[in-house]
């Protein structure tokens, strides 16, 4: 069954507009040929953070990745005179679908419109025949993974899980016609920052006076953590734009993908008589040790990145979250503070909120209070089909 609707075949199966041939992949070697295609657009990049090789394999292996159990997803490479030149993955997101429509991801092509159209074109028919309606992007392969266009801030490798691009990408994607849905804040406050006052002593009232339990994550009962965070998790983030539920397999796959980076003094669980009621999550910036990795963890990969460890001073705040019963009653209060205090007295000297939708009062509130301020800003598009 042909997957795009007005793309051409050739005799020898691929897909062709022009000089551009769009080549859907389906084996190992085009897999590795789109796994490895950033390292062309990134050579001589000192910002780009190459990911690991082993991870990629397992985010696009259909029979074992969560994602895959209840959505769709098809990856493509385009040629030119047999030598790779772009790459893009259309996603159908049908729990995402339900509410927001579609996805693209994995958007990678070197500086040509006739490349970026043509991968573009591809995406668009693709969702076409999946009866969509509009396209949003790009995301990877929802809000709960990296998502995102950097529109600015070029200069400054990404932490940990966000997202790195040319800025050439800006030009490609709007003269396609996408417009901005949303822009996402990535915030920074250094350790020199002192915390207002104030925010502290609503912070140690609260852990007095509240009936709440606020404390450290416990390692030796990491299943039964995740567990307490599955009940958190939808229910804190779902009034937010875009919000896509996670199924229970998805949260433990990110959950066992993030263990090995998780500090347990700067993750805290909220709770009522034993009832999780909030979750904060802070991780520190691997990236800085992935990055000497080059993608490959063997055979001098892994060493590379046990020994570059010691050399993280941020973290990055990834989830904040109440349920909605236990909101506005200080609890966030409480998670800014003590992973403010405990990352400063562990050595960290700053910290990245991210991302933050712009539209979040709130959280952008929170941010600005504590000193932070906004350093990158990343775009989510849209386009309608």
């Known amino acids: ?50 990911p690991l090789i082993i991870d990629m394999k397992k985010m696009m292996n259909r029979d074992k990745y969560a994602f895959f159990e209840h959505s769709e997803v098809d990856f493509f490479l ?40 043509s991968l573009l074109d591809t995406a668009s028919d693709w969702c076409r025949q999946k009866g969509l309606e509009s396209i949003r992007g790009p995301m990877n392969y929802s809000q709960n993974d990296t998502c995102g266009l950097l529109i600015d801030s070029f200069d400054s490798s990404p932490v940990i899980l966000m997202t790195y691009n040319p800025e050439y990408y800006i030009g490609l994607i709007e003269n396609y016609g996408f417009k901005k849905a949303m822009d996402l804040y990535a915030y920074y406050l250094s350790a020199e920052k ?39 998790y939808n ?3 779902s009034p937010n734009w875009g919000f896509v539920p996670l199924t229970d397999k998805e949260i433990e796959q990110i959950a066992n993908d993030l263990k090995p980076a998780v500090d347990p003094d700067i993750v805290y669980m909220a709770e009522d008589n ?19 990795a080059n993608g490959r963890l063997f055979p001098t990969g892994l060493l590379k990145i046990l020994w570059n460890k ?33 990352g400063v007295n562990k050595g960290y000297k700053w910290g990245e909120f991210s991302w933050i939708l712009e539209n979040n009062v709130m959280m952008n509130r929170a941010a600005r209070m504590m000193g932070a301020h906004v350093y ?8 309608q089909l």
Not at 87 to 107: C, M, P, S, T
Not at 320 to 339: A, C, H, L, N
């Open 1 to 50: 069954m042909d997957t795009l609707l007005s793309i051409k075949k050739t005799e020898g199966g691929d897909m062709a507009t022009g000089s551009i041939q769009i080549v859907a992949v389906t084996n190992k070697q085009e897999q590795m040929e789109f796994i490895k295609f950033p390292w062309k657009i990134y050579k001589n990049n000192p910002y780009w953070v190459p």
């Open 376 to 383: 990158k800003t990343y775009r989510v598009y849209e386009k």
């Open 78 to 117: 385009a040629r030119r005179n047999g030598e790779t030149v772009g790459r893009i993955a259309a996603i159908l997101n049908n729990r995402h679908n339900q509410v927001h429509n579609d996805n693209i991801g994995f958007f990678e092509t070197l500086n040509d419109a006739e490349v970026s159209k």
């Open 274 to 292: 034993g009832e999780p009621v909030g979750f904060s999550l802070a991780i520190p910036d691997m990236n800085i040790a992935i990055k000497k």
């Open 235 to 237: 229910a804190a983030w």
């Open 310 to 342: 010691r050399k993280i001073d941020g973290l990055r705040v990834v989830i904040m979250g109440v349920i909605p019963e236990y909101q506005k009653r200080g609890i966030d209060s409480v998670f800014y503070w003590e992973t403010y205090r405990n």
């Open 194 to 232: 002192q915390m207002p006052k104030r925010l502290i002593r609503v912070a140690e009232k609260i852990k007095k006076e509240l009936n709440i339990t606020i404390r450290p994550i416990r390692m030796k009962n990491f299943r039964e953590e995740v567990n307490k965070v599955k009940k958190v």
